[in-house]
């Protein structure tokens, strides 16, 4: 173990670090967690007024009862519901767009909020014109995800060199004039080199394909986000998190290059609830959180549920300062409590009870054991909760409870041999401070 530690530190630590702290990696990381909120309030109104089942095929009682209230609340509040979810699900990729290039901008410390709008509006030219020269919608949510994010680091890039190397600047001579106007018409010339070079590579697009520039992009990650759904990409995943986290490497280096994908397939099963279609995906970031990584990296609600039984007061205090922040997925009293990082016996169970997680709601999902995850609320939402939310089946609960339990059974053997040795150590610090007071 100790020769596989020392490999991992030297040959995976600096390379997970360099992903870690690569400032597009960061950007895209930073705008999806700004985004949360409006992902969680556009997914909730299109629960409200999309009812999981249809009252009139029901039986006579409180169920049928209970959804005919449901349907009628949903047919009253329809129009500002929808309206809020086109707003915020439905402009995803504008909001992606512009998000990169704020956090870019403030990253190289570009002043004023004009590299933000040219980013924007360089998006708007490579997704949303159609070879009619008008104006389209179809790429302005999660289909246009990918676009958003090349686009938007494109034109800021390309803006910024322009910007330090003063091409094309406009100096207005005399003072008194506001730094803002100044910038501002000083950047003049760099702003219509980018739409000119944006343009340029949207026309192409539509006169080779037919099809704006996002469709290009999409068709081109397609195999990609086939991999990274499939179950080989999932077990990956659930395997790598928490190899890379016992060792001190933060799970935004695997998560944060994935969020892309994952946000994209959590939008494409979205829009087939809204239109009563089965739903595509199975991998999204519901899926990750809710039900493989239960309690946080390593699924360690059930190793925090252990620790409050514990006969090791150590233990047990460590539990019970931890329990309520692992029940909303920080976990960070329970992995340096204990602790789980660089603690051999933690090793195995902390991924396997991920594997393990991953595997079998994968296949429930596949087979229509449970339905698939398409609203996605928030990362520190209690598990079984979150479950519930993100695919409206009950059946989901029952999954993540014996999950759970599941994952007791499986940090159980290895959680009473730690505890057998801090019970050792106790007993040996407490003979100590006997023979100290005598």
Known sequence: METFTQWIEAHVGPIAGKIGANRYVQAIQNTFLTLIPFMTIGGLALVIITPPMDYTTMDPGIGRAFMQGWSTLASWLYQPLNTINLITMGCLAIWVAVGIAFFLARHYKMNGFLP??????????????????????????????????????????LFRFLCNHKVGRIEIPGGGVPPALADSIGQ???????????????????????????????????????????????????????????????????????????????????????????????????????????????????????????????IKTIGRLGI??????????????????????????????????????????????????????GWNLFSPVGAIVSTMDVRALVLVIALIALDVAVYYPFFKAFERNKLEEESTDDQVDAQQAV
């Open 116 to 157: 933000v709008v040219v980013s924007a509006a360089s998006f708007a030219s490579m997704a949303l014109i159609n070879n009619e020269g008008a104006l389209i919608t179809d790429y302005f949510s999660g289909t246009g995800l990918f676009c958003a994010i090349v686009s938007s680091v494109a034109s800021l890039e």
């Open 188 to 314: 003049l010339a760099p702003a219509a080199i980018v739409f000119i070079v944006m343009s340029v590579v949207s026309t192409i697009a539509l006169r080779v394909t037919g099809q704006p520039f996002a469709d290009f992009v999409a068709i081109l990650l397609s195999p990609l986000i086939g991999a990274v759904d499939s179950y080989w990409g999932v077990l990956f995943v659930a395997f790598t998190i928490p190899l890379l986290f016992w060792f001190g490497i933060h799970d935004s280096v695997i998560t944060s290059p994935l969020e892309p994908f994952l946000y994209a397939n959590l939008y494409a099963n979205m829009a087939a609830y809204a239109a009563g279609t089965a739903l595509p995906y199975t991998f999204t970031q519901s899926f990750l959180f809710y039900f493989v990584s239960i309690g946080g990296n390593g699924a360690t609600l059930a190793l925090a549920l252990l620790t409050l039984r514990s006969k090791s007061k150590q």
């Open 324 to 377: 309520v922040p692992v029940i909303f997925g920080v976990n960070e009293p329970i992995v340096f409590g204990l602790p789980v990082m660089y603690n051999p016996l933690m090793f195995i169970p902390s991924i396997l009870s991920m594997v393990l997680n991953a595997t079998i709601t994968y296949a429930a999902m596949i087979f229509g054991l449970v339905g698939k995850t398409f609203i996605y609320p």
